[in-house]
């Protein structure tokens, strides 16, 4: 279901064709970086620390070296050590320990021979003589003085006065506006409570793959499963110390990212093992390495407490937020601040984050990143309020909505935005309006995301035949290349399958950042807008050639060049590229911008649920999502984006969870015992796809990638309460901790 | 490694006796993944599922013959002996998919020896017989006798499964099995109990076996709920008992997958359940 608020009407965006890489991938022929198959190619393994914080005495590789099969040995002395100041350095130490080894999975040494198994027994008789530190996995211990420190250069940015001492806490974010305790002196009920989340896997079904090809003029050429082979190239150039010119990155398709593939863990290893032994090197990781080495998005403790006047109105909201980031800093705890009483006008708040590392696998992004975590704390404390005031949940939300003009709590006046479109969408929905059967939990959450702009690129090209070929740099992680192709099309007025939409390698077309943020159909969609647009002007000169007229009298609609006279037959595009030859050459056009203006997306959901009561276990019963996605360009994607976040929420908030043994060792590094929900876990999830256009992209695009895993957790916590009355404060909400907490009796 | 597929019972027996290393498999949904997680793999791969006898089902004076190389497709697809030992076959068709179910079999479950293997306590309670071969020929063995450790089984060098027995269950009689899994499939019992109940004219339990999954180092049988049960009608206070019972014969452990007391629980309420849904069955005509 769609709900338009106010958008001119099109005639291919908004539709919903078959996709142009659907058939390969339904009968297998897609072609992901694993399947890459070179002429003498070897094999990559890297030797995994096994224990979470060591020093490294001795890497003895002697043995492994002189094994059959072998080619290249490489560790991290192989690698230029960047300088302490250098924005790359610690993404650099992760892939490659140097000194220290900072957790279970941290690479230490990588093997190339001429089979995987010969790579791997060498791998494995390497020598690494290990001095075992003290380790440290929980945040608020991490935090404490005289804990385990994993680096001895952290000091804490962001406190009032420079710290002296290094710690494990790298920064401090403070979001801060009016008087917080006259805030909570004039509220009728005030609710608070503390929230555990553990770090969670973006759980992409295809592992990091690459194949590197560098040869005798020390270029190499890199084919890899990413969500942006430009970040690849540079980040690839700084692990080695080279120039980006000598590395060409060719991107594959992608199996999956959700934010986990916005770095690289492999590539700068296999450039580095080709260039020893002469041959391509191709890397996969297993499902185990994924898991020890890659990804998570970070664990956190989480406390927020809100007033509320009688009728509703918050009046304060105080919130502290610790994130643990792994091994090294990241950015999670300002993401976190940023959204964490973001659906919500609040005139006092006194908003803290603290970003923490901890001896667990460096964290990534993970689909709207620290947003989850924020809103399962903020939106379980505003269900508590509406119990309190018996009010209506969503009545309660509409309150306290922000719309365009007012500010939100991390500085910028909020621009057009569709929460509350979101919420009405939700209250007015078939869903809402019926009451849960009986015995069902009901919970309603909302959750915002701010989405991103950045570089994008694009080439279009008319080809003879009057089609064309739309060159992007952003990889299809989420079905982007249809809605390219359905933009293309309504700017050029030919049908959407006469355009062939193709990722291109980082020396086909324009630097492009990464596809996240949710940023692609909005950032590269705009440069593809944008090379259409030059185009139509190229042809509408052409047609002015061949009727030997003022351009000014010649206009483009429909697909068509007519003459404003109508002395000529209208020129469809294939009858002017026929004639391109003749009138000037072939016609193409590039555009590259800095996109501004994303829009920020908001999601509200509503869900019931059952509670087997003498066991725990949670059912989703029914679940709807509302969003607002400005314009939806290919509406079945848009609702993939949906339904995709939701479900990923649901694994987060009812099972998912890293489990470390007291020796920091991961317990559960495979999908048997890390449960990503199978498809007969859920229900159908219902979509209302809410569109108001977003005025900075010539379609109203907002990005749709990220909020929809937003909600969920607050949602499921909020009806397993209503079904339960057991508040529970700590995820995942597994069928023991659901039955723990209905046997206390844990009432709110 | 090498990979042999015999035709008989008697060349697995020699090929076996030949060589300590030698391992057989039937479906090998177990074995593959174990040795692609880097268990040492057997010098001879032994299939087992060419050997006919190895892969029937069939029924013959009043006793079930189940091939211990039968995938459980061939269990789930056989309507007369779902309508005999309908929590057996419903034990059969939660293992993995049904991807995993054309491979996956009752000798690679029972012999792979996991506490959690959900085929197993359906057997115990049915009290099926397995047939084993080994280097002094055919003996017939308890199944609850086969499993002694996670991973570790009774039987000895050489020796392996051909089949299970099964006794055609009385009339008024069936059985039910259920687990507990945090997803809905592809996932493994945190807590599994099985139940079989017979019952006189009267609707009283006339006799009862109760086994249990995942809370203990092997499958448990628990007689102190089968006690609770027989002679009497299936009341409330019945199955408190039946359900502390379990919990008390559990003996599980803190990991992963669930707590003690979790299990505990658990495992009294499944149990309590499974009676329920065999005694339901029983008295509508299940059995004969
Ligand atoms: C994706 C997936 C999901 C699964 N889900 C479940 C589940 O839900 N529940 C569950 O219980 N299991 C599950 N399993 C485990 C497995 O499928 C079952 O244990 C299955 O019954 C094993 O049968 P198999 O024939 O494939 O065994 P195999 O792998 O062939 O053999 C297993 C072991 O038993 C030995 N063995 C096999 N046959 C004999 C014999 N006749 N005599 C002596 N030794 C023998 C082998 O040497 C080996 O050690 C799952 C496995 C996978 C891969």
């Given at each position: 279901m769609t709900i338009t608020e106010q958008r001119p009407s099109y005639r291919y965006v908004g539709t919903r064709p078959v996709?142009?890489?659907g058939l390969d991938k339904v009968v297998g022929k897609a072609r992901y970086a694993a399947d890459l198959v070179l002429p003498g190619m070897l094999y990559g393994h890297i030797l995994r620390s096994p224990h979470a914080h060591a020093r490294i005495v001795d890497i003895d590789t002697s043995v492994a070296e002189a094994?059959?099969?072998?080619r290249a040995v490489i560790t991290g002395a192989d690698f230029p050590d960047l300088?302490?100041?250098?924005?790359?350095r610690n993404m650099t130490r992760n892939l490659m320990a140097r000194d220290?080894?900072?957790?279970?999975?941290?690479?230490?040494a990588a093997v190339a021979a001429a089979t995987r198994r010969q790579a791997r027994d060498a791998a494995e008789a390497i020598e690494v003589t290990y001095e075992v530190l003290p380790h440290t996995l929980d945040i608020l211990e991490a935090m404490?003085?005289?804990?385990?420190?994993?680096?001895?250069?952290i000091l804490t940015t962001g406190l009032d006065s420079e710290p002296s001492e290094p710690s494990n806490v790298a920064n401090r974010t403070c979001y801060e506006r009016g008087d917080i305790e006259q805030g909570f002196a004039s509220a009728d009920v005030v609710v608070e409570g503390e929230f555990l989340t553990k770090p969670i896997h973006q759980g992409y079904i295809e592992p990091h793959a690459c194949v590197a090809d560098t040869g005798q003029d020390g270029k190499t050429v890199i084919w890899c499963s990413s969500q942006g082979h430009f970040r690849v190239r540079s980040q690839t150039a700084a692990m080695l110390g080279w120039?980006?010119?000598r590395i060409k990155v060719i991107p594959a398709e992608i199996?999956?990212?959700?934010?986990?593939?916005?770095t690289i863990y492999l590539e700068p290893l296999a450039v580095e093992l080709s260039a020893r032994a002469g041959r391509p090197v191709k890397m996969v990781m297993s499902r185990d390495e994924v898991f020890r080495a890659t990804g998570p998005t970070p664990g956190s403790v989480i406390r927020v407490k809100l007033g509320a006047t009688g009728?509703?109105?918050?009046t304060a909201a105080k919130a502290w937020l610790a994130y643990e980031s792994g091994a090294f800093p990241g950015v999670w705890a300002m993401l976190g601040c940023m959204c964490v009483v973001s659906p919500y006008n609040v005139e006092n708040f006194l908003i803290e984050g603290f970003e923490v590392v901890v001896n667990k696998p460096v964290n990534a992004a993970y689909r709207?990143?620290?947003?989850p975590m924020a809103a399962f704390a903020t939106d379980t404390l505003v269900d508590e309020i509406a119990r309190r005031l018996d009010m209506d949940p969503i009545d309660l939300r509409l309150l306290n909505c922000p719309s365009a003009g007012d500010q939100a709590p991390y500085g910028p006046k909020w621009p057009l935005i569709g929460l509350r479109e979101c919420l009405e969408a939700i209250r007015d929905s078939e869903h809402y309006r019926s009451a849960p059967a009986a015995g069902h939990g009901r919970g309603v959450a909302s959750g915002f995301w701010f989405n991103i702009g950045e570089a994008s690129s694009a080439t279009v090209n008319l080809n003879e035949n009057g089609t064309a070929t739309v060159v992007t740099g952003s990889p299809d992680i989420g079905g982007s290349r249809a809605s390219m192709a359905l933009m293309a099309a309504e700017e050029?007025?030919?049908?959407?399958?006469a355009i062939q939409p193709v990722v291109g390698d980082t020396e086909v077309v324009g630097f492009t950042d990464v596809t996240?943020?949710?940023?692609a159909t909005f950032a590269t969609g705009m440069a593809v807008v944008e090379a259409c647009r030059d185009l139509k002007g190229q042809l509408r000169g052409r047609a002015a050639r061949m009727w030997d007229?003022?351009?000014?009298d010649v206009e483009w609609a429909d697909g068509r060049a007519t003459h404003s006279g109508g002395e000529h037959e209208p020129l469809a595009l294939a009858d002017i590229t026929a004639e391109a030859g003749r009138t000037g050459g072939p016609l193409g056009a590039t555009a590259s911008l800095n996109a501004r203006g994303a829009g920020p997306a908001f999601s509200v959901q509503v869900t019931d649920v059952s509670v087997?009561?003498?066991?725990?276990r949670v059912t989703v019963e029914r679940y709807t999502t509302a969003q607002?996605?400005?314009?939806?360009?290919?509406p079945d994607y848009v609702e993939g984006q949906m339904q995709g976040g939701v479900v990923q929420g649901i694994g987060w908030a009812l099972n998912e969870e890293y489990i470390h043994d007291?020796?920091?060792?991961?317990?559960?590094?495979?999908f048997l015992d890390y449960r990503i929900p199978v498809a007969?876990?859920?229900?159908?999830i219902e979509t209302i796809i809410v569109e108001v256009p977003n005025p900075n992209h010539p379609y109203g695009v907002r990005g749709v990638?990220?909020?929809?895993?937003?909600?969920p957790l607050p949602a499921l916590a909020n009806a397993i309460h209503d079904a339960t009355d057991a508040r529970i404060r700590?995820?995942?909400?597994?069928p023991p901790r659901v039955l723990a907490a209905i046997n206390s009796g844990n009432g709110a | 490694m090498r990979y042999v597929a015999p035709a008989s019972v008697a060349e697995v027996v020699a090929l076996l006796a030949g060589d300590p290393e030698a391992r057989v498999f039937a479906g090998a949904t177990d074995l593959v993944p174990q040795m692609r997680a880097g268990r040492p793999e057997p010098s001879v791969a032994i299939d087992l599922k060419k050997i006919p006898r190895l892969t029937g089902v069939s029924l013959t004076d009043g006793t079930w013959r189940i091939g211990?190389?039968?995938?459980?497709a061939d269990l789930t697809g056989n309507a007369a002996l779902a309508a005999d030992l309908p929590g057996l076959v419903y034990a059969g068709g939660l293992i993995g998919s049904d991807q995993i179910q054309n491979r996956a079999t009752l000798g690679g479950n029972l012999c792979n020896?996991?506490?959690?293997?959900?085929s197993v306590p359906s057997l115990v309670v049915n009290d099926a017989q397995a047939v084993v071969a080994g280097p002094g020929g055919e003996l017939t063995v308890r199944v609850?006798?086969?499993?002694?450790?996670p991973g570790r089984?009774?039987?000895?060098?050489g020796e392996f499964v051909v089949e299970f027995l099964i006794d055609r269950p009385l009339p008024s009689t069936s059985d039910a099995y259920l687990r507990l899994i945090p997803?809905?499939?592809?996932d493994i019992a945190i807590v599994g109990a099985a139940a079989r109940v017979s019952l006189d004219g009267d609707g009283n339990c006339s006799s009862a076996a109760i086994a249990l999954a995942a809370v203990a180092p092997t499958v448990v049988l628990v007689p102190a709920a089968a006690e609770a049960l027989?002679?009497?009608?299936?009341?409330d206070d019945v199955l408190a008992t039946v359900a502390a019972a379990c919990a008390e014969a559990a003996d599980p452990i803190d990991d992963k997958r669930g707590t003690v007391a979790y299990r505990r629980q658990v495992a009294g309420v499944l149990a309590k359940r499974a009676v329920l849904e065999a005694a339901g069955r029983a008295g509508n005509g299940g059995g004969r």
């Open positions: 996709r142009h890489d094994m059959p099969g072998v300088p302490a100041d250098d924005p790359e220290k080894v900072l957790y279970e999975g941290h690479a230490v404490e003085p005289g804990a385990p420190l994993l680096h001895d250069d120039d980006t010119s199996g999956g990212g959700f934010g986990g593939k916005t009728d509703g109105r918050i709207a990143p620290s947003a050029l007025g030919i049908d959407v399958h996240e943020g949710s940023r007229c003022d351009v000014e087997d009561d003498e066991t725990g607002d996605a400005g314009t939806a360009i290919h007291a020796d920091g060792v991961m317990e559960n590094p495979g007969s876990d859920l229900p159908m990638g990220e909020v929809g895993i937003v909600p700590e995820l995942p909400m597994s | 211990a190389a039968a995938p459980t020896a996991s506490p959690a293997a959900d609850i006798d086969i499993p002694s450790g089984t009774s039987l000895q060098p997803r809905t499939e592809m027989v002679g009497g009608p299936i009341s």
